[in-house]
């Protein structure tokens, strides 16, 4: 079975830009998170995808934003880019939900503000 | 907010010894998880244990728990260099009305050959 795949894994870009980032779950699972992971604040949860709909979501500004697709995959779009948004960017998928299942995640997209 | 918090925060060790990482937490759970992380890489499931059990076991990872103290703990038995990796425990958070894993800052584990 072909596991989380993310791309890119590297993306620069320059504060003001606006970026779009790709999540292809394992196949069968339905739902999808999104995590920011910086040396500084560690990983921190930006939403949750179920079946297409946005179930869960963590403590970000309007410019983050998400959407799923009905095939499962899912895209994460930051607006309006600052040098703080430069960081590890995860995902990860598992069957149901994040709470009671592992969490299966990509190796992630790297991403530098300039 | 930080639920977890691993303890120590950086471990080195011998190849063939045990290393134990500790994680506690501040409100009641219903699970929690362990991850590893290698550098630049994504993470991995490690272990999940629920609230009603005390102890599991996965090969060479014995993981506890223990809702009294808000704590768990994982020991590596055997260490080898390839388990060299960032730890990280994850649980449960229900509060606002949403639902997440909440991770800790993780223990950077050193296993020297």
């Known amino acids: 079975k072909a596991g989380v795949t993310q791309t890119p894994r590297y993306l620069i870009k320059t504060r003001g830009q606006q970026v779009t980032l790709s999540c292809s779950p394992i196949?069968?699972?339905?739902?999808v998170s999104w995590y920011q992971q910086t040396p500084g604040q560690g990983l921190q949860f930006l939403f949750e995808?179920?079946?297409?709909?946005?179930?869960n979501k963590g403590n970000f500004p309007g410019r983050f934003s998400g959407r799923q697709f009905s095939n499962s995959r899912s895209e994460m779009n930051v607006s309006t880019l600052e040098l703080g948004d430069s960081a590890l960017y995860l995902c990860?998928?598992?069957?149901?939900?994040?709470?009671?299942?592992?969490?299966?995640f990509g190796d992630g997209t790297r991403l530098s503000i300039l | 907010s930080q639920q977890g918090e691993e303890d120590p925060q950086a471990l080195s060790i011998q190849e063939g010894e045990n290393a134990t990482m500790n994680c506690s937490y501040k409100?009641?759970?219903?699970?929690l998880q362990w991850y590893r992380q290698n550098s630049g890489r994504g993470l991995v499931h490690l272990i999940l244990?629920?609230?009603?059990?005390r102890e599991k076991h996965s090969g060479r990872l014995r993981v506890t728990l223990d809702t009294s103290k808000k704590s768990s703990s994982l020991l590596i038995t055997a260490s080898r260099a390839a388990d060299t990796a960032s730890y990280f425990c994850?649980?449960?958070?229900?509060?606002?009305?949403?639902?997440?894993?909440?991770f800790g800052k993780g223990t950077k584990l050193t296993v020297n050959p």
């Open positions: 990860a998928s598992s069957l149901e939900g994040s709470l009671h299942q592992p969490q299966h």
């Open positions: 196949s069968g699972h339905r739902s």
């Open positions: 995808y179920f079946s297409e709909t946005q179930r």
């Open positions: 409100t009641s759970i219903n699970n």
């Open positions: 244990i629920r609230s009603n059990e």
């Open positions: 994850a649980t449960d958070d229900r509060k606002g009305g949403s639902e997440k894993l909440v």
